[in-house]
């Protein structure tokens, strides 16, 4: 058990020594592992929230090739820190209604970000469209001079 988790630590670029530090911190602040594991079990907004955060700063060129999984790696011990800490302090938090509406706001975040990328591929379309393959445009100026 132990070298395949060793292995995917090296896999996505973490120390082994980092993991089990963040863990022990977890652990200290009062989040035991296997509670960790059981809460991130049943999350999915903020796994979803965490890729669609890494795919943003790749677009902004932040995150370079091949680096999306320390990226992704670190964003995911910085959520077991942060939950650590807030059922420290907020024991009674309701982590699966959150996570349902931190879903909800990915969702519309990517619905945005997907229009924003319309926008330019439509616009790089039509500029292939005219000059690439050199398609006359209509002109209503000369339509209404006539």
């Given at each position: 058990m132990q070298s395949k988790l060793e292995?995917?630590?090296?896999?996505?670029?973490?120390?082994?020594?980092?993991?089990?530090?963040?863990a022990s911190i977890?652990?200290?602040?009062?989040?035991p592992l296997e509670q960790a594991f059981q809460m991130f079990a049943v999350l999915v907004g903020l796994p979803f929230a965490i890729g669609l955060i890494v795919d943003v700063l790749k677009?902004?060129?932040?995150?370079?090739?091949?680096?999306?999984?320390?990226?992704?790696?670190?964003?995911?011990?910085?959520?077991i820190l942060g939950?650590?800490?807030?059922?420290?302090?907020?024991?009674?938090?309701d982590l699966i209604?959150?996570?349902?509406?931190?879903?909800?706001?990915?969702?519309?975040?990517?619905?945005?970000?997907t229009w924003i990328a319309q926008l330019f591929g439509t616009k790089q379309a039509h500029n292939f469209y005219i000059r690439g393959l050199r398609i006359a445009?209509?002109?209503?100026?000369?339509?209404n001079a006539t």
């Open positions: 292995e995917l630590l090296k896999a996505i670029g973490l120390p082994v020594g980092l993991a089990v530090v963040i977890a652990t200290y602040l009062g989040l677009l902004a060129g932040v995150v370079t090739p091949g680096t999306s999984g320390i990226w992704s790696a670190g964003f995911n011990l910085a959520a939950l650590a800490v807030l059922f420290k302090y907020i024991p009674d938090f209604t959150w996570d349902a509406q931190l879903l909800e706001l990915a969702k519309a975040v990517v619905l945005i970000i445009r209509f002109s209503f100026a000369k339509a």
